[in-house]
């Protein structure tokens, strides 16, 4: 079964301050994994996906994130955070064995960005 | 180019009566996923539709809940004799058929108050 972990619940950080927010998966077999923002009272955005190819992946905002096999790993970073980066932060990996296919979140991470 | 739309986009239901909440995917989008947020929690996944046909619905809770896409019309999440631990935001994502990157498109969500 496969499964997808944020450890940071939540991650107060300064404006213009860097941040990482930790995702880490596990999986038997070859994953998709995807980073994705809620804004409040809003849907699902996509931030960033990996696929395949290049482990260092960069999305929309200024985002990237790197794909880390070795330490199931993909965590999401930015160097300078702003105030309108307040939101919550969802690692997913994506399902694709057998009939079924979805994709499956972690708990999130709420960012709040401070002045 | 219309995203996907959900709605109501606020419910409020008194315990025991029914809950509809409808889901139009994005054009030429053929896939539809059914998640629930919880409050203070991640996305758990409920059930993968396509059209006439329900592929995945390992995420149903057995009773009251039914989902259905028809040939013609929006996706449509039921929940029967609510009680107030169904209230969550629900929310709908469609992705293109045959696409197999797992990328979905999310709707603004169905936010359940059961009183």
């Known amino acids: 079964a496969q499964s997808v972990t944020q450890l940071d619940s939540q991650v107060p950080v300064f404006e213009e301050a860097p941040v990482e927010l930790r995702c880490n998966y596990s999986?038997?077999?070859?994953?998709?994994l995807f980073w994705y923002v809620q804004y409040p009272n809003q849907g699902l955005q996509l931030l960033l996906k990996y696929l395949s190819g290049s482990t260092l992946v960069k999305g929309i905002n200024g985002f990237e994130a790197e794909f880390n096999k070795s330490q199931t790993s993909f965590h999401l970073r930015k160097p300078s955070v702003h105030i309108s980066d307040t939101a919550e932060y969802f690692c997913a990996l994506y399902d694709n064995t057998g009939t079924a296919s979805k994709l499956t979140f972690g708990t999130g991470t709420r960012l709040q960005v401070t002045l | 180019n219309a995203g996907v739309m959900q709605n109501p986009r606020h419910l409020v239901r008194r315990r025991g009566q029914e809950a509809r909440l409808r889901c139009s995917p994005m054009k030429g989008h053929s896939h539809v996923y059914w998640y629930r947020q919880l409050p203070e929690e991640g996305l758990k996944f409920m059930v993968y539709l396509q059209k006439e046909n329900i592929i995945d619905e390992s995420g149903m809770p057995k009773e009251r809940f039914s989902a259905e896409f028809p040939k013609e019309g929006p996706s449509i999440l039921r929940i029967q004799q609510v009680v107030r631990g169904d209230s969550a935001a629900y929310f709908c994502?469609?992705?293109?058929?045959?696409?197999?990157?797992?990328?979905?498109?999310f709707g603004e969500g169905s936010r359940l108050t059961v009183l």
């Open positions: 994502a469609s992705s293109r058929q045959g696409a197999n990157t797992g990328e979905l498109f």
């Open positions: 999986s038997s077999v070859s994953v998709y």
